[in-house]
């Protein structure tokens, strides 16, 4: 007697997965995933070199740093705002554990220091943007300028090149994941990935990002502290780009003008992701897809030897097609859904039939 409710639930679960399915693999997102893999696949193609364990691991490494940085760029984007300042912070960060490693501090000790400088960048932006009430793009023009010029007066002209730093955390940015080529840092790569999907899609928090994005006086309505996410969005900003620039440390060298252009290749990627620009739209899966799109072009372009002049022209027309696309996008959509509409709307009677004589009763 109980069987037939039973079998009724297990189909209704399946429709519903088979739906969400659906919906993910139709959706830009889907759509997107797919472009890179098709992006891949080519490059793998005609590509000398490109698919082997070496190029994955390069790869994998370069794209890290805009990955990383793209997680807390998404929640800003989304809310409307914008961070022009990353790479100057990691470039400051850079520079602070170079320069107190050759001064003979413990390397952990310098990195920690690092990181709290990213913080405390991170923290200026946010009580200017939040606080004060200045216009984001505005105040990270500024402070873009402000900590390039700070790493500029700590190094000067000078370089920490990668091999000052201890063997050990040389050999853990270098370590490979058995003869796959992918980096061990990826793990936590994934799981930095995995915590902030969570965070903007399934918790309360991530649902406020969209409702100040799509509008701060109805969000502010509702209960949502507008000033205090912005800036917690900034420290978080400012955390990671202390993260990066401890990797980058490790990965290249201490210079001032380390990560010069990685806040386009940033704004980029993560635009081309499918986060809208205006606020209100957008999506870890898609922010990260983007990053790792234009990764494969960049590297691919690089194997082929074509020169680092053109790569710029590619990430700067990969910007303009991130902003103009969605609205292209978004007007198809509209197109089709007002012709589905349309379609299942009554016709309207034909002009002739109204317009017939009456048959005059006798």
């Given at each position: 007697?109980?069987?037939?409710?039973?079998?009724?639930?297990?189909?209704?679960?399946?429709?519903?997965?088979?739906?969400?399915?659906?919906?993910?693999?139709?959706?830009?997102?889907?759509?997107?995933?797919?472009?890179?893999?098709?992006?891949?696949?080519?490059?793998?193609?005609?590509?000398?070199?490109?698919?082997?364990?070496?190029?994955?691991?390069y790869?994998?490494?370069?794209?890290?740093?805009?990955?990383?940085i793209?997680?807390?760029?998404?929640?800003?984007?989304?809310?409307?705002?914008?961070?022009?300042?990353?790479?100057?912070?990691?470039?400051?960060?850079?520079?602070?554990?170079?320069?107190?490693?050759?001064?003979?501090?413990?390397?952990?000790?310098?990195?920690?220091?690092?990181?709290?400088?990213?913080?405390?960048?991170?923290?200026?932006?946010?009580?200017?943007?939040?606080?004060?009430?200045?216009?984001?793009?505005?105040?990270?023009?500024?402070?873009?300028?402000?900590f390039?010029?700070?790493?500029?007066?700590v190094?000067?002209?000078?370089?920490?090149?990668?091999?000052?730093?201890?063997?050990?955390?040389?050999?853990?940015?270098?370590?490979?994941?058995?003869?796959?080529?992918?980096?061990?840092?990826?793990?936590?790569?994934?799981?930095?990935?995995?915590?902030?999907?969570?965070?903007?899609?399934?918790?309360?928090?991530?649902?406020?990002?969209?409702?100040?994005?799509?509008s701060?006086?109805?969000?502010?309505?509702?209960?949502?502290?507008?000033?205090?996410?912005?800036?917690?969005?900034?420290?978080?900003?400012?955390?990671?780009?202390?993260?990066?620039?401890?990797?980058?440390?490790?990965?290249y060298?201490?210079?001032?003008?380390?990560?010069?252009?990685l806040?386009?290749?940033v704004?980029?990627?993560?635009?081309?992701?499918?986060?809208?620009?205006?606020?209100?739209?957008?999506?870890?899966?898609?922010?990260?897809?983007?990053?790792?799109?234009?990764?494969?072009v960049?590297?691919?372009?690089?194997?082929?030897r074509?020169?680092?002049?053109?790569?710029?022209?590619?990430?700067?027309?990969?910007?303009?097609?991130?902003?103009?696309?969605?609205?292209?996008?978004?007007?198809?959509?509209?197109?089709?859904?007002?012709?589905?509409?349309?379609?299942t709307?009554?016709?309207?009677?034909r002009?002739?039939?109204?317009?017939?004589?009456h048959?005059?009763?006798?």
């Open positions: 007697m109980t069987s037939a409710p039973t079998a009724t639930f297990t189909i209704t679960e399946e429709t519903r997965v088979r739906t969400g399915l659906s919906r993910l693999l139709l959706s830009r997102d889907g759509l997107f995933v797919a472009v890179l893999l098709l992006l891949v696949l080519v490059a793998c193609l005609f590509v000398p070199r490109f698919a082997s364990p070496v190029t994955t691991g790869l994998l490494l370069n794209a890290m740093p805009a990955l990383l793209a997680l807390p760029m998404t929640l800003i984007i989304i809310t409307g705002e914008i961070d022009l300042s990353v790479a100057s912070i990691v470039a400051m960060s850079t520079v602070t554990v170079g320069t107190l490693t050759t001064a003979g501090w413990p390397f952990g000790a310098a990195a920690a220091a690092a990181i709290v400088v990213g913080l405390i960048a991170g923290a200026v932006n946010g009580v200017l943007i939040a606080f004060v009430g200045l216009p984001s793009l505005a105040v990270t023009i500024g402070t873009l300028a402000l390039r010029g700070l790493a500029l007066v190094i000067g002209d000078r370089s920490v090149s990668a091999s000052s730093y201890p063997d050990a955390a040389i050999e853990l940015v270098g370590a490979k994941l058995g003869g796959t080529g992918i980096p061990v840092l990826a793990i936590a790569v994934a799981a930095a990935v995995a915590i902030f999907a969570i965070v903007l899609h399934a918790t309360p928090f991530g649902r406020g990002l969209f409702a100040v994005g799509y701060k006086e109805a969000a502010r309505f509702v209960g949502i502290r507008v000033p205090r996410v912005k800036f917690v969005l900034y420290v978080l900003s400012g955390l990671m780009c202390g993260v990066v620039g401890v990797f980058w440390a490790l990965s060298s201490a210079r001032s003008d380390s990560a010069s252009g806040e386009l290749t704004i980029a990627a993560v635009l081309l992701g499918g986060v809208s620009i205006f606020g209100g739209r957008g999506s870890i899966l898609g922010a990260v897809t983007g990053v790792l799109v234009i990764a494969v960049t590297y691919a372009m690089r194997l082929q074509i020169p680092d002049v053109t790569l710029v022209i590619v990430t700067g027309a990969l910007l303009i097609v991130s902003v103009v696309g969605p609205s292209i996008f978004a007007a198809v959509r509209r197109s089709l859904h007002v012709r589905r509409v349309q379609r709307l009554p016709r309207p009677a002009a002739g039939a109204e317009n017939a004589p048959r005059r009763l006798t």
